[in-house]
């Protein structure tokens, strides 16, 4: 929702005083805007982080940002895949109204963008990392971006539209990047705003040099739901191609010799054994990322920055580690539902602080502007978080959010759904080549495995989630006839990634 239309819905006037005032009170004052970090890694789940309770991991630097800021525990992406959630992030739109609704369409860059507006407004924007949408960046000074997917090992550059080569591993060469744009940006009296995103722990999951050995000789615990049977629901039943079991080596490591399994295993101990092959080198690609986030917060640090800068740390999506015996995302299960969100600033965000509001990417792009005391647009359909990381949740805040994937038939071959989550419950409705609608009840079966959609001590429920689902799809300008136009628009075909 546009903000001036979440305010006028409910009509809480305290929130929009507050909100109003504190957007004129920065604009006036614009030499003490803050300078802004993003960082954001690529298919990292908030359940391999320490701050978010990992019982497989430890991320000692993220936790810093954690420590000295607020975590977000309900922080949800609106359509769960690469592109379309970095799309959704920069525009602050849906991606049926900017757009990018699955990995095979390219982004419209000259739409209006956060960083377009910030350009705009005075701040020096640098774009440095993997981008993954197919058309250049616009609205950054300067972008130095992965082409594509881009390689873990001596990677090659997209700079100012210019090849270059790299020698080194790509997590490293990001952060060095983005700390000589910081260190040598033309005019240090502007405010910057510096998004820096790293291609890991993206598949196919190469760590670096100084992490290979790293649990060599221990064996990570398996999920609670490895070995889900998809008992009541047909969507994850059906023949995606997310398993561990069956999918893993045939999809992204066909010739990958670590995927390979030893010939005298068989049945579930090849899925166990390949289980640990990739959920250690992920773990490994991680603390490559945690350790690059730390050079850069030490640099703010060592260079006087880090009290006028707003910190954020996200990924682009959750992912399945394993759980229901899967990997990738797409599904609106909470694994690959729920995005690490982490934002310090000191002064304003109390440090260790914890929010369970439903926050959304949706929303990092007003926050943004909200921060830099640039106008929200009102065609922006988010929020800015701002008030909820003062520890004040406006009264009006949202209490559920709208999900719709569309990338099927395609990689990983997850049927299209669009649904609803509320701080209790969620509504998911599977359709194209599927019609089927699963109920969770998140208190008393966290995991989701019980469909209770056709259960009659639910139908009360049922019945007022349908008819939220229905107005949330209206107010976001949603439609089964937009979703048929891109049917139209944008013909099936196999995506890779
Ligand atoms: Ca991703």
């Given amino acids: ?13 305290a929130a929009v005083f507050a909100l109003a005032g504190c957007n004129e009170l920065l604009t006036k004052s614009s030499a003490k805007r803050p300078n802004i970090l993003f960082i954001m890694s690529d298919d990292h789940a908030s359940h391999a982080m320490s701050c978010y309770g990992s019982k497989i991991n430890e991320t000692p630097n993220l936790d810093r940002i ?3 800021g607020m975590r977000f525990n309900n922080c949800f992406c609106t359509n769960s895949i690469c592109a379309p959630s970095r ?7 849906y991606s049926h109204i900017n757009g990018l609704v699955d990995n095979k369409v390219a982004f419209d860059g000259s739409q209006q963008t ?5 350009q705009k407004n005075g701040y020096q924007t640098a774009m440095i990392g993997k981008w993954h949408l197919k058309s250049d960046p616009t609205g950054f000074d300067y972008w130095s971006i992965l082409p594509g997917q881009g390689r873990y090992y001596d990677p090659e550059f997209i700079e100012m539209g210019e090849k270059k080569a790299f020698k080194g591993y790509v997590t490293d060469i990001i952060a060095d990047k983005s700390i000589d744009w910081l260190e040598n940006r033309v005019d240090k009296n502007k405010p910057f705003c510096l998004v820096s995103q790293h291609k890991a722990p993206h598949s196919n999951w190469q760590p670096g040099s100084d992490h290979k050995d790293m649990y060599k000789d221990i064996e990570i615990p398996e999920p609670e739901t490895f070995n889900d049977d998809y008992k009541t629901r047909s969507a994850a039943a059906s023949d995606n191609e997310m398993t561990i079991e069956h999918h893993l080596d045939l999809q992204y490591h066909g010739k990958d010799k670590r995927m390979t399994p030893p010939k005298d295993l068989e049945g579930k101990q090849i899925k166990k054994w390949k289980y640990q092959q990739y959920i250690k080198d992920y773990l490994r690609c991680v603390a490559s990322v945690d350790d690059n986030v730390g050079r850069l917060l030490d640099y703010l640090d060592a260079n006087g920055l880090s009290e006028n800068t707003v910190i954020i740390y996200t990924s682009d999506q959750g992912f399945y580690l394993g759980d229901h015996g899967w990997y990738d995302k797409r599904f609106m299960y909470e694994e690959s539902l729920r995005m690490p969100l982490l934002v310090k600033y000191p002064g304003e965000i109390k440090p260790g602080t914890v929010n369970d509001d439903i926050v959304l990417n949706l929303d990092f792009a007003q926050t943004a502007l909200d921060y830099a005391g640039v106008r929200q647009p009102d065609d922006m359909q988010g929020a800015s978080i701002r008030p909820l990381l003062k520890g004040k949740t406006p009264c009006n805040w949202r209490k559920s959010m709208y999900y719709h994937y569309y990338e099927y038939p395609g990689w990983h071959m997850v049927k299209r ?3 609803i989550r509320t701080a209790r419950y969620k509504l998911i409705h599977f359709y194209y080549d599927i019609d089927a609608w699963e109920l969770y009840d998140l208190q008393k079966d966290p995991n989701e495995l019980n469909n209770v959609y056709d259960a009659p001590a639910f139908a009360d429920i049922r019945k007022e989630l349908t008819k939220q689902l229905d107005e949330l799809r209206k107010q976001y300008g949603d439609s089964d006839q937009l979703t048929q136009s891109f049917l139209e628009k944008y013909p099936e075909g196999d995506v890779r990634r």
Avoid: E, N, Q, W
Wanted: charge should be positive; include cysteine; charged fraction near 25%.
């Fill in 1 to 13: 929702m546009d903000r001036r239309r979440f305010l006028k819905v409910t009509g809480c006037s």
């Fill in 417 to 419: 759904h669009y649904g």
């Fill in 114 to 118: 956060f960083p377009k507006l910030l």
């Fill in 66 to 68: 954690a420590k000295g």
């Fill in 87 to 93: 799309a959704v992030i920069l525009t602050g739109k």
